[in-house]
């Protein structure tokens, strides 16, 4: 039959294409989650490198003005670097944050300060460049995360497509099927 007569059927072709874009779009999310997962990860020993030499009070100065400069996203980043989550679900980031900061002692503020710095610049573009030079600067092997992050989520995709192959069921072949087989 022509495929005009059958408006309800799908075309063959445009389910490959609309099969090929959720693909594409799964793998740029994949991407994304590994260029995320290993940016924290860089950005962990950079923190852990920083040296205790300013006062707290030009420390916490510094942590404040330039926490209030990152967008929602990055602050998320760097609560989530400090241990930081919201309890209720009206708090606010920024405030937790805020009040996280006037607690803090010198060593965690001056990590904070340079996680900032690295993340400033990050949101506003060329993130792979500014996470290249810090790493280089506090002597962090980037690549090495980098190839742990990607072994890491290439074992997790295992995992699912194992799980995916074990909970099919059998495909079932009709008894017609299977009488003509036979003859």
């Known amino acids: ?14 389910e490959a294409r609309a099969r090929c874009a959720i693909q594409g ?5 994949t991407q994304k989650t590994i260029a995320n997962t290993t940016g924290l990860r860089v950005l962990a020993p950079i923190g852990e490198a920083v040296p205790v030499r300013l006062m707290k009070r030009d420390l916490l100065f510094l942590a404040e003005r330039l926490a209030n400069l ?4 990055r602050i998320a980043i760097l609560a989530r670097q400090h241990g ?8 606010s980031i920024g405030k937790l944050i805020a009040a996280f900061l006037r607690h803090a002692d010198e060593s965690t503020l001056g990590r904070t300060v340079v996680e ?11 993130a792979s460049h500014v996470l290249r030079e810090a790493a280089e600067l506090y002597k962090v092997d980037m690549a090495a995360i980098t190839a742990q992050v990607k072994q890491e989520f290439a074992a997790k995709e295992k ?3 194992a ?11 009709s008894t017609k099927t299977a ?4 003859v």
């Open 70 to 73: 990152l967008d929602e996203n």
């Open 1 to 14: 039959m022509c495929q005009s007569r059958l408006p309800d059927s799908p075309r063959p072709q445009a």
């Open 163 to 173: 799980k995916k192959t074990a909970s099919k069921p059998p495909a079932r072949t």
């Open 116 to 126: 900032t710095v690295v993340l400033l610049p990050v949101s506003r573009g060329n």
């Open 159 to 161: 995992t699912k497509a």
């Open 25 to 29: 779009r799964a793998g740029e999310a």
């Open 84 to 91: 930081i989550k919201k309890t209720k679900e009206n708090d």
């Open 179 to 182: 009488k003509r087989a036979a």
